[in-house]
């Protein structure tokens, strides 16, 4: 099985990256003065990770920005059972990407065909089907707190705390500071 396993991660690998050439963006760096639109990407960790989630994209709303969230859950009955649907925010599983790149789920086109002025991967592990979204994002900015996140534009280290309080602390406070040449 890990043999077989091996060889599909292989084929994915080699169409994710075929795909990522015909990606075309307008990167350009964002903060929250310039943003108008934010896209928030997350692997559904648990119960009180998600209920963090919810309290972040209120923080953006207040601000008066267009927030949209996709979410990654292991198991596809969680999605409508233990996380309900909430206005802008998604959900998916790794039955609805297939083995060649084919999306099987709307709202991960639409997220994936969006293009926000900040994309915010909130992940703290790297799993295929979160990183395939993020690096298929035609977002102008992206901004990620993964080690080995090589489609971000601004990577936060959070390789010791995987806090997510920490890690949006960060973000937060990046992109207050920096200001737009």
């Known amino acids: ?15 994710q990256k075929r795909r990522i050439k015909s990606v075309k963006r307008n990167l350009q760096f964002n903060n929250f003065e310039t943003a108008n639109s934010i896209g928030i990407l997350f692997n559904v960790e648990d119960d009180i990770y998600f209920k963090k989630i919810k309290i972040y994209i209120d923080h953006f709303l207040k601000l008066n920005k267009k927030v949209f969230a996709l979410g990654f859950v292991n198991n596809k009955d969680d999605i409508g059972q233990k996380y309900l649907y909430r206005k802008g925010v998604d959900f998916y599983s790794k039955s609805d990407i297939n083995l060649f790149g084919k999306v099987k789920n709307s709202s991960v086109t639409d997220f ?8 915010i991967n909130l992940s703290f592990e790297n799993n295929f089907c979160v990183e395939y979204v993020f690096s298929l994002s035609r977002a102008n900015f992206k901004i990620s707190g993964l080690e080995k996140c090589k489609h971000s534009d601004l990577r936060i280290e959070n390789i010791k705390n995987k806090d997510f309080d920490f890690l949006t602390n960060q ?3 990046y992109l207050k500071k920096l200001k737009k040449a």
């Open 1 to 15: 099985m890990k043999k077989i396993d091996n060889i599909k991660n292989r084929i994915s690998k080699f169409i």
């Open 112 to 119: 994936i065909n969006e293009t926000p002025d900040i994309l």
């Open 171 to 173: 973000i937060d406070n």
